[in-house]
């Protein structure tokens, strides 16, 4: 992430002062995917790549932003009918007509921003778009009165009401949260999360990016979510006080098969089955067991392939490779649908895996996947 490069284009695009300057990270997680909207845990963390973003009041009703990325300029009002069309702005938008339904009284501004969270890769550029923006408006105009949680949910409710993806809280909450070397086991219902320490002795992070972008994938990400609500109203049934399918065992699950389609029951039975793997990796964290870490991580692939159906042919077979060249730990990570596998990787293997993993990928699909070292990071602040 480069500051100067964000603020040399601010004042070239615009009156040639400057403003602040705020950054947010994207994420990885380690486990426990699809489970932050059934309620359960994940086990994400921040990492170096995000987005930074310079921003100052322009004394007006008119929101004047601009990509350097996409080179593109868009000016938006800050009314609800204000929505602009450009995808990229409208999460923009969305942060400000959030954090104007919290109270806040956000104003016209200037702003630039540009980032190094490769889009559609699974990573959360967007949560780090959305927390960058909530972040910095809390600061600029709310006196910072928006707790972190809140201003996770502003990112959030910006995905679901103006972006159209019904997410849940884990990208917005890792990107505020995130803190340099620790991974965070949250707890989507309670809330409550705890910082583990993450410096795995021996072994890398590496996450394999296939290049199938993701970004068409909401509408199969939503119908995900739609399969565990019915699944939890027909296990409701018989257990009332189930609210997500953290509250439901697989003997739950198996008691009202009869009136779960096929199909949701497979997403239930993966949701029930992740949300365990992410304790169980927990504790053998704590103990320095990255075998299980690592065995847990295939199964997790395995269930997100087989029963989730997130994960797709180029996914599929990074994940294979990693197996075959004994690699700890592999699996696609985030959402699913394209993007990156993460890699637990002892050391020694590391090099050999990668020129393993570019090789074949080549000659099996014709391009070369990218490869992303993972550096565990702060959340989301102000630089200047
Ligand atoms: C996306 C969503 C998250 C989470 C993951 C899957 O990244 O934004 O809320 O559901 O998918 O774990």
Same mark, same amino acid.
């Given at each position: *992430?480069?500051?100067?490069?964000?603020?040399s284009?601010?004042?070239?695009?615009?009156?040639? %002062?400057?403003?602040?300057?705020?950054?947010?990270?994207?994420r990885?997680?380690?486990?426990?995917?699809? %489970?932050?909207?059934?309620?359960?845990?994940?086990?994400?963390?921040?990492?170096?790549?995000?987005?930074?973003?310079?921003?100052?009041?322009?004394?007006?009703?008119?929101?004047?932003?601009?990509? +350097?990325?996409?080179?593109?300029?868009?000016?938006?009002?800050?009314k609800?009918?204000?929505?602009?069309? !450009?995808?990229?702005?409208?999460?923009?938008?969305?942060?400000?007509?959030? *954090?104007?339904?919290?109270?806040?009284?956000?104003?016209?501004?200037?702003?630039?921003?540009?980032?190094?969270?490769?889009?559609?890769?699974?990573?959360s550029?967007?949560?780090?778009?959305?927390?960058?923006?909530?972040?910095?408006?809390?600061?600029?105009?709310?006196?910072?009165? +928006?707790?972190?949680?809140?201003?996770?949910?502003?990112?959030?409710?910006?995905?679901?009401?103006?972006?159209?993806?019904?997410?849940?809280?884990?990208?917005?909450?890792?990107?505020?949260?995130?803190?340099?070397?620790?991974?965070?086991?949250?707890?989507?219902?309670?809330?409550?999360?705890?910082?583990?320490?993450?410096?795995?002795?021996?072994?890398r992070?590496?996450?394999?990016?296939?290049v199938?972008?993701?970004?068409?994938?909401?509408?199969?990400?939503?119908?995900?979510?739609?399969?565990?609500?019915?699944?939890?109203?027909?296990?409701?049934k018989?257990?009332?006080?189930?609210?997500?399918? @953290?509250?439901?065992?697989?003997?739950?699950?198996?008691?009202?098969?009869?009136?779960?389609?096929?199909?949701?029951?497979?997403?239930?039975e993966?949701?029930?089955?992740?949300?365990?793997?992410?304790?169980?990796?927990?504790? !053998?964290?704590e103990?320095?067991?990255?075998?299980?870490?690592?065995?847990? *991580?295939?199964?997790?692939?395995?269930?997100?392939?087989?029963?989730?159906?997130?994960?797709?042919?180029?996914?599929?077979?990074?994940?294979?490779?990693?197996?075959?060249?004994?690699?700890?730990?592999?699996?696609? *990570?985030?959402?699913?649908?394209?993007?990156?596998?993460?890699?637990?990787?002892?050391?020694?293997?590391?090099?050999?895996?990668?020129?393993?993993?570019?090789d074949?990928?080549?000659?099996?699909?014709?391009?070369?996947?990218?490869?992303?070292?993972?550096?565990?990071?702060?959340?989301? @602040?102000?630089?200047?």
């Open positions: *992430m480069d500051i100067e490069h964000v603020r284009r601010f004042i070239k695009h615009f009156d040639g %002062t400057t403003g602040a300057v705020y950054a947010s990270p994207g990885i997680n380690l486990i426990g995917e699809h %489970t932050d909207y059934n309620g359960g845990f994940v086990f994400p963390g921040a990492i170096d790549k995000g987005m930074i973003a310079e921003i100052k009041p322009n004394g007006t009703d008119i929101v004047k932003a601009y990509s +350097i990325d996409l080179k593109d300029y868009v000016e938006f009002g800050l609800e009918e204000d929505a602009p069309r !450009a995808s990229w702005a409208r999460y923009i938008f969305g942060v400000c007509r959030e *954090m104007i339904k919290r109270g806040v009284d956000v104003k016209g501004f200037n702003t630039a921003f540009s980032g190094d969270v490769p889009l559609g890769a699974g990573m550029s967007s949560a780090a778009l959305e927390s960058t923006y909530a972040y910095a408006l809390n600061d600029l105009f709310g006196d910072n009165k +928006i707790d972190k949680f809140e201003l996770a949910k502003v990112g959030q409710a910006t995905e679901h009401n103006y972006c159209g993806v019904n997410c849940g809280i884990m990208d917005q909450f890792a990107s505020v949260f995130g803190k340099q070397g620790s991974l965070i086991r949250l707890d989507c219902r309670s809330l409550e999360y705890q910082y583990f320490p993450f410096d795995p002795k021996g072994y992070l590496v996450l394999v990016d296939s199938v972008k993701h970004e068409l994938a909401s509408s199969a990400y939503n119908k995900r979510r739609q399969s565990c609500e019915a699944a939890v109203a027909a296990i409701q018989k257990h009332p006080h189930v609210e997500f399918l @953290r509250d439901c065992t697989m003997e739950m699950l198996e008691e009202s098969k009869a009136e779960i389609s096929e199909e949701d029951f497979m997403r239930a993966y949701v029930i089955e992740e949300i365990q793997r992410v304790l169980d990796v927990c504790d !053998a964290l103990k320095g067991d990255y075998e299980t870490v690592g065995q847990k *991580m295939y199964e997790t692939h395995h269930g997100m392939s087989k029963l989730y159906e997130v994960s797709c042919e180029e996914l599929d077979f990074l994940n294979d490779l990693a197996f075959d060249c004994g690699v700890t730990g592999s699996r696609v *990570m985030g959402g699913g649908f394209g993007g990156c596998t993460i890699n637990l990787v002892k050391e020694e293997l590391y090099d050999t895996f990668i020129q393993n993993a570019k074949k990928f080549k000659e099996k699909f014709g391009r070369s996947p990218k490869v992303y070292d993972v550096v565990i990071s702060d959340g989301a @602040r102000r630089l200047v």
